[in-house]
């Protein structure tokens, strides 16, 4: 078919248009626009043919209203570090970057009682079609109940199961850091330091659970004195390494609970010419750009957050981006597995 003149006097071509030539109602074309699954591909074919031919451009602000929600998809938040809501953010990005959906940003304050008003007002006001949650508001059972209230989907982000498959996108922080000081134990390390993370995170309380296990595992039970508490930031980070390297008898090793912690250890080694790795070993947990921009470079557990921003994009709206893809060597395309990244911030004790 050619393609139909078009010019500044020429008149616009409308859904009605698109459905006569194609041969289809109206409403069957409004759902090949908004890439409804129930159709069939000689139906969508007629239709996609027939919007080429006539020019027609859907308007966005009709599709909406017909919708009855915007185009929009919402990531809620309340998290210390910023890179991981970045390194999300950029995941969800990839996902929708050729669909006609677009990305809100909303920070929360966790600790406000008046926070889930805050968040109705804003669901309300805005209308998304869904929301993602981003630890540790994903925690919060009362604002998963309030999406489902309003009618708007949801996908809780966690660090372990919180949800059913449909709403949750799930890593194993629980198991990888069991493996991971498996290792540091496996090196000949015996007195291990632990930079825990904020208090009511899940992340934290996965993360030192298999810290725990891992030890118990291999008989050791450390002081009280080995333990340093942090909330993911940098100054936290610092603080545990002045507590912990000015010990009369210092960790040989420390697992921090992210990385920009362990970047705050490294400084008070450095400063305290404590060698790295020759004297003490340090892993994080996050892979973030800061593990590589440290010398020496930081061992650490790669956090898939990126890629469960592509998974939880499509898991909140599979009828605009398609199903939840998965590799191949995974079972549940919603839970990700975080895997340990060694570089050279670690080796056996008094090398």
Request: hydrophobic content about 40%; charged content about 25%.
């Amino acid at each position: 078919m050619a393609a139909q003149m078009t010019g500044p006097g020429a008149k616009q071509p409308t859904i009605n248009d698109v459905a006569a030539l194609a041969g289809v109602s109206k409403k069957t074309v409004s759902r090949v626009i908004n890439r409804s699954e129930f159709i069939s591909e000689k139906t969508r074919t007629a239709v996609l043919e027939a919007i080429e031919t006539l020019g027609f451009v859907p308007n966005p602000q009709a599709r909406a209203l017909a919708f009855r929600r915007n185009f929009l998809i919402a990531l809620l938040h309340d998290n210390p570090n910023a890179q991981t809501v970045l390194n999300f953010q950029q995941g969800v990005l990839d996902a929708i970057k050729d669909s006609d959906l677009a990305l809100l940003v909303r920070p929360v304050d966790r600790g406000s009682d008046q926070m889930l008003d805050d968040v109705r007002t804003f669901l309300e006001k805005q209308r998304p079609i869904g929301a993602m949650l981003l630890p540790p508001i994903s925690e919060n059972d009362d604002l998963a109940a309030l999406c489902d209230q309003l009618g708007v989907r949801y996908v809780r982000i966690g660090s372990a199961p919180l949800d059913d498959a449909q709403h949750c996108i799930s890593s194993n922080d629980h198991d990888v850091v069991v493996e991971v000081c498996r290792k540091l134990i496996a090196l000949g390390h015996r007195d291990i330091g632990f930079v825990r993370g904020p208090a009511g995170f899940r992340s934290a309380a996965e993360r030192e659970k298999g810290f725990h296990e891992a030890l118990a595992e291999a008989g050791l039970k450390l002081d009280d004195a080995y333990y340093a508490p942090g909330n993911y930031r940098y100054a936290a980070g610092v603080e545990a390494g002045e507590k912990l390297l000015s010990l009369a008898k210092p960790p040989t090793a420390i697992f921090c609970s992210n990385d920009e912690m362990a970047a705050g250890v490294m400084r008070v080694a450095h400063e305290k010419g404590i060698s790295v790795p020759g004297q003490l070993s340090i892993i994080g947990f996050d892979d973030s750009p800061t593990a590589t921009h440290i010398w020496p470079a930081l061992s650490t557990v790669r956090w898939p957050i990126r890629e469960m921003g592509v998974r939880a994009a499509q898991l909140l709206v599979p009828d605009f981006l398609g199903p939840v893809g998965k590799a191949a060597d995974e079972e549940d395309p919603a839970a990700l597995v975080s895997t340990f990244i060694e570089r050279q911030s670690v080796a056996p004790p008094g090398r």
